[in-house]
């Protein structure tokens, strides 16, 4: 089914990248890594406090695997 959806414009600037990003990965086994260590579910937070230096406000980037079902990304997230 083509569902025609025109997004709206934006004339904002993203903001810029940080030099090092954080990434969590949602690999295709559903396992998880926070940069390039896998961590236990039950792990995360941690693991996030200690790649971002316990800043709130950095952000974290989410990507996965194609194969990965939306609703374990969302879980994820």
């Known amino acids: 089914v083509n569902l025609g959806v025109e997004l709206p414009a934006s004339t904002a600037t993203p903001p810029p990248r940080p030099d090092k990003p954080v990434f969590v990965t949602v690999k295709p086994d559903l396992a998880l890594a926070v940069g390039e260590d896998i961590v236990p579910r039950d792990a995360m937070?941690?693991?996030?406090?200690?790649?971002?230096?316990?800043?709130?406000?950095?952000?974290v980037y989410l990507r996965a695997d194609k194969s990965v079902p939306y609703g374990d990304l969302m879980d994820v997230m």
């Open 45 to 59: 937070i941690g693991a996030l406090d200690s790649a971002t230096g316990g800043k709130k406000s950095d952000p």
